[in-house]
């Protein structure tokens, strides 16, 4: 008989997912790590209790990260991810044949393993040649680093709880700046302005703080309860409505939802959104 295993924010939302079977459970210095095999979602990464992806809806969440940035940056031949243990924001960079290289920096070895050996159909860029892939600290990566800078960066962190909260600090946005080329792009993951509208709003501010262009958007990833997701896109020059034609034209062929008219869609703020920024 199959159980349910629910995730609970803050006390007042709670989603529930129907489980056949627990495939792996394990700790590490930072998380408990689960990937447990559900009934809707197909295999679900689980971390401290919080579903991370799912088999049946990554892509939403992945290429909607990855492509506006990875579109619109002049050159992406260097990139460089921060989290993702999953691999499917790599798998997604990778497509394009224009990267050279993509620096992964990931926290906790435990998450890659676990994706490897049980979320083989998210994380498929594992061995291409071109990914290096360092089990280091983030924050303090980006704050001293002598590396080469990106032309891309992205932040595919976790929400801000435990190991995951620096991924939110200033002083951590300010570090993926030095990193960034002067024309370079930032994209990260901001959280639902439904259910942490307060952590939304303050990430936007830290990021303008930083960056001349900063431009949220929307889009949905049912696995995370209000099915509304945001993303961030930051740049200190270029527009993101501006995307080189031909590169987007060959990511979206191979696409499950990235595509030209989702691309122009996704800058497009509701109103609740628009006043909660002042916009």
């Not at 969440?61 to 990875?70: C, G, K, R, S």
């Not at 243990?85 to 998450?111: A, F, N, S, Y």
Request: net charge negative.
């Amino acid at each position: 008989m199959s159980l349910w295993y629910d995730e609970t924010f803050e006390g007042h939302t709670r989603l529930g997912l129907r489980v056949e079977s627990t495939l792996f459970s394990g700790k590490s210095a930072y998380q408990t790590v689960e990937v447990v095999d559900t009934v809707g979602f197909g295999r679900v990464l689980v971390i401290d209790g919080i579903f991370m992806t799912s088999e049946y809806d990554e892509f939403l969440y992945h290429e909607m990260l990855v492509h506006p940035a990875m579109t619109t940056a002049p050159s992406i031949e260097r990139v460089l991810v921060i989290g993702g243990g999953d691999g499917g924001t790599v798998r997604e960079v990778l497509r394009h044949p224009e990267v050279k290289q993509c620096v992964m920096i990931e926290i906790d070895e435990l998450v890659v393993e676990a994706s490897k050996a049980y979320l083989p159909g998210i994380g498929t860029a594992w061995e291409d040649p071109r990914l290096d892939l360092r089990f280091i600290d983030g924050i303090e990566y980006v704050k001293a680093s002598a590396d080469e800078k990106y032309d891309v960066i992205l932040l595919d962190g976790t929400d801000p709880v435990g190991p995951g909260a620096v991924l939110f600090d200033e002083s951590f946005y300010r570090g993926c700046k030095r990193m960034l080329v002067e024309d370079g792009v930032m994209a990260l993951q901001s959280e639902s302005p439904l259910l942490m509208m307060d952590v939304f709003v303050e990430t936007q501010h830290k990021l303008r703080s930083l960056f001349s262009e900063v431009h949220p958007y929307l889009g949905p990833v049912p696995l995370y309860g209000t099915g509304t997701w945001s993303w961030t896109w930051c740049s200190a020059t270029g527009e993101p409505l501006r995307p080189i034609r031909e590169r987007q034209e060959t990511i979206a062929l191979a696409s499950k939802a990235y595509n030209e008219d989702v691309h122009q869609a996704i800058f497009a703020l509701p109103n609740y959104v628009r006043r909660a920024l002042k916009l």
